[in-house]
């Protein structure tokens, strides 16, 4: 490693000497340091493969700055995704140099699967996983000045009237970047302001973004001459001193409607940094409308589709037809919901068709579904193709899938069925799912009711993550929610099950458990009695320590499928998801770049949670009345999501 170092060094150092005999004198390229972040996980590639793929996005992208007319700039190379983005108010040479900074600074991150580093003048992030159509995440935060404006109170109120435009403006803008001035009214001085989005979001996504960014910086406008909002989307910030230019400031006129400083548009922009939860209840109520209004024409194949739309809005009569009158030799599944149905359409299709039973909360689980994953389509995810609400009647339609549910195929009546590639592919599948979800979609959808039940498999055993109706959005200027605790005992992590903190980590923690009950033929929350009473958790864990692992594989699997290496490695991936606490837990996509991996991953072993054999009683006393009768309930709504034959 001392050899690789010395060589990022050196590969920096002939990069800075081309750029002073190349480029004219620099005049501020604005590298005061906002923020650095670095992956806690390191590269498995072997170190020298992954400093040339760094080495050659890095090169990738700052030729796009030095030689293009542009301020933004992707690259990848597989498996590394790299962004960078200047302020648009600095010029190619001040671009270039502030790039420059921003990889010496990545360097520190050694082999570590992802950085990224923020300066007032540019940004530079890298992951090993997608992550453009991100617009948030946990580390958005403010960064307040020390200094005071002159007249602060007259200052607020100009700069707040500035920021104030630019969140209405700049999504409106090509490029989503805004530089904005005004002068304070009897105070011979002037505030600056200045917005920027990624251009790989959209621009709900920018407008949403900065809406978070608004809401942040209002911590320092009270008493601070400047501040800067920071998010891994967008960029906002205001300064009682120069930014940029006079001749780099953006006309927002055309952009916020109405041609001027209205009351009327004051409203609107008031209405727009008000935050995400108005922008996602709009959206809902849109959806809904469209669902209500009769289609021209059938929408067709979605998985052929070139635009995503809504959901298709089935009549009644149709799905009860097609489901022989919601037959009992139809049905698939049942809970205490309702049921589920096997239905074939008029063209032939043969789809799954969720029959709900009246009752508030059922009304609450349609509006869920319906909401959050109308538009969510991933290859590892249950597709809804569309919904019937007549009266009372609740309907959800989903796409068949002939080979049932995981669980099944774990400890049901067709447990032995499944060799290790496809278990191994399952796993992989489901990771896949769940990074979509708390990743990659616009918004984070914490899922809630992770489990074998809930995975369904398609005619090649490919998973599909199902039964979104106890999920939950993750508002994204928060780390986690309170809440009360729904889901299924057995598979839930312990800080939400006893103190209701939901974060994606609970997703991950009960991947983890699903892993080991697809490793072992074990349900979860069965106790084995010879030789000693343990959940498999526990089990997993004590043969882990005794090193032990094979000793966890399900009997019915043929040992010449799999060797003791692979099988310490999934282990250990179920292992480092349980973790407790839960910053210990990867993300769902650095579990997804391990299990790509057939190389060691942990240098260390993984920390044991917090409690593990007395789990299920502690949750029961842990909790209040409604809280066991939600988890019991969810148990119920979890089991009518089996789309699947009999």
Known sequence: MAVSGRWWWWWFAVLIMVVSLSEPALANPQTYQLAKGCSPYNTSDPPEDFVRKINATFAHLRNQFSRGNKSFATAEHIPIYAMAQCRNYLSKPDC????????????????????????????????????YNKITDEG???????????????????????????????????????????????????????AQCIETITQTGCMECLAIAYSNIQNCLPKSGSGRAVDVGCFLRYSNKHIFANNQT???????????????????????????????????????????????????????????????????????????????????????????YKGTLKNGDVVAVKKLVISSRAKADFDSEVRLITNVHHRNLIRLLGCSAKGEELLLVYEYMANASLDRYMYGDKRGMLNWKQRVDIIFGTARGLAYLHEQFHVCIIHRDIKSSNILLDDEFQPKIADFGLARLLPENQSHVSTKFAGTLGYTA??????????????????????????????????????????????????????????????????????????????????????????????????????????????????RPSMISDFDQRVLTATDTSATTASSTSHATASFSGFSGR
Not at 161 to 186: C, D, M, W, Y
């Open 96 to 131: 270039v140099a502030c790039f420059d900074a921003a990889v010496l600074v990545s360097r520190q991150c050694s082999i570590a699967t992802g950085a990224r580093v923020i300066f007032d003048g540019c940004f530079l992030r890298y992951e090993m996983n997608d992550f």
């Open 140 to 194: 958005n935060r403010q960064i307040c000045g020390k200094r005071t404006a002159h007249n602060q109170d007259v200052f607020n109120t100009t700069a707040q009237q500035l920021l104030n435009e630019l969140v209405l403006a700049t999504p409106r803008i090509h490029g989503f970047f805004a530089a904005a001035k005004q002068e304070i009214s009897g105070g011979g001085a002037t505030a600056y302001a200045v």
């Open 250 to 340: 953006t006309n927002l006129a055309p952009f916020l409607g109405g041609g001027g400083r209205s009351g009327k548009k004051k409203a609107i922009i008031a209405g727009v940094a008000g935050g995400v939860g108005i922008i996602l209840v709009l959206a809902a109520l849109f959806l809904y409308q469209q669902s209500k209004k009769p289609k021209a024409a059938r929408r067709g194949d979605i998985l052929g589709a070139t635009q995503l739309r809504g959901p298709e809005n089935y009549g009644y009569k149709d799905l009860k037809t097609a489901t022989k009158g919601f037959s009992e030799e139809n049905k698939l599944g049942e809970g205490g919901f309702g049921d589920v």
């Open 494 to 607: 312990p800080e939400y099950a006893i103190h209701g903190h939901l974060s994606e980590k609970v997703d991950i923690y009960s991947f983890g458990v699903v892993v080991l009950e697809i490793l072992s033929g074990r349900r979860s929350s069965d106790m084995r009695v010879e030789p000693i009473t343990e959940y498999l958790l526990e089990q997993a864990w004590k043969l882990y320590e005794n090193e032990d692992c094979l000793g966890l594989v399900d009997k019915t699997l043929d040992p010449s499928e799999y060797n003791a290496e692979e099988v310490k490695r999934m282990l250990e991936i179920a292992l480092v998801c349980t973790q407790s606490p839960p910053n210990l837990r990867p993300s769902m996509s650095e579990v997804v770049i391990m299990l790509s991996s057939d190389r060691p991953i942990f240098q260390n072993k993984p920390n």
